[in-house]
């Protein structure tokens, strides 16, 4: 998995006449640093809005927006249907899982009809509130919140602490290593989404990383340096908290 990415770093780190005569390189070459300088300062696309850095920052901003908005949504929806008496909750809780079978794909025109009512197109909110519920962030929370003891409960109770702060002061705390492992699968999936970007962004200047490949090309020098610039941070931050993600997962399934 690691080769064709690898081969791709050492393609980008070449002239585009090395690219046009060899293809693919196996060996690096010595243009590194001016190939992705130029690219991330230089402007593209039919208006010469975009850069690679304001595609770079739009795409941060729909990845950690979307993990913050899923994980926030995630963790009230479990503590509502654990700790309150919800009529009809087991329902509710498998409308949420049947969500699962009904991407986002399978509901654009709907999703998009929405959006544009709302004047959210061109926005990061457009772009974001679309993709911010999640049934399974839901459903790893409930799960871990009914093996959470009962006397956690009854003491906070015992100690005053009403919902809000039993949740702020015990559950928050203890939902942090699940929360973060949630957070990373979001981000990774809201950093390459290409689909829904398409639809609700018409200006330039909204544009993601992974969006921004087309007005490149995904076989020139330029457009294999963004598909570069686009593996980058979601590889970096699995590796970097990889302990902690499993951690997470495994948290959440017992």
């Known amino acids: 998995m690691c080769g064709p990415v690898l081969a791709l770093f050492l393609t980008t780190t070449h002239g585009p006449e090395a690219l046009r005569t060899d293809g693919m ?17 230089v402007s593209g696309g039919f208006q010469d809005d975009i850069s690679a850095l304001r595609m770079i920052w739009n ?23 654990v700790y309150f008496r919800l009529r009809f909750a087991g329902v509710l809780f498998w409308v949420l899982l049947f969500s699962l ?33 999640s049934g399974i962030g839901t459903f790893f929370f409930r799960q871990y919140y009914r093996n959470i003891p009962e006397t ?21 705390p203890l939902s942090l290593p699940m929360a973060g492992a949630l957070f990373l699968v979001a981000f990774v999936n809201g950093w390459n989404q290409y689909l829904w970007p398409v639809m609700v962004t018409t200006d330039e200047k909204s544009y993601t990383l992974v969006r921004g490949l087309q007005f490149f090309g995904q076989t020139s020098l330029n457009g294999m340096i963004l598909a570069v610039l686009a593996v980058i941070p979601p590889a970096g931050l699995l590796l ?6 499993v951690k997470g ?3 959440g399934m017992h």
Do not use: H, W
């Open 152 to 172: 956690l409960l009854e003491s906070a109770r015992l100690d005053g602490a009403g919902p809000f702060l039993f949740f702020k002061d015990i559950l928050l």
């Open 59 to 81: 795409s941060f901003l729909l990845g950690a927006g979307f993990a913050a908005a899923k994980v926030c949504l995630s963790l009230a929806a479990a503590y509502a249907l």
């Open 240 to 245: 970097l908290f990889q302990r902690k993600f």
């Open 249 to 251: 997962l495994f948290d």
């Open 25 to 41: 390189a196996l060996f690096p070459g010595d243009r590194l640093v001016q190939n992705y300088s130029k690219v991330l300062t």
């Open 101 to 133: 079978m009904l991407p986002l794909e399978s509901r654009f025109l709907a999703t998009y009809d929405v959006v544009a009512g709302l004047g959210l197109v061109n926005t990061q909110v457009g772009l974001i509130l679309p993709l911010a519920a």
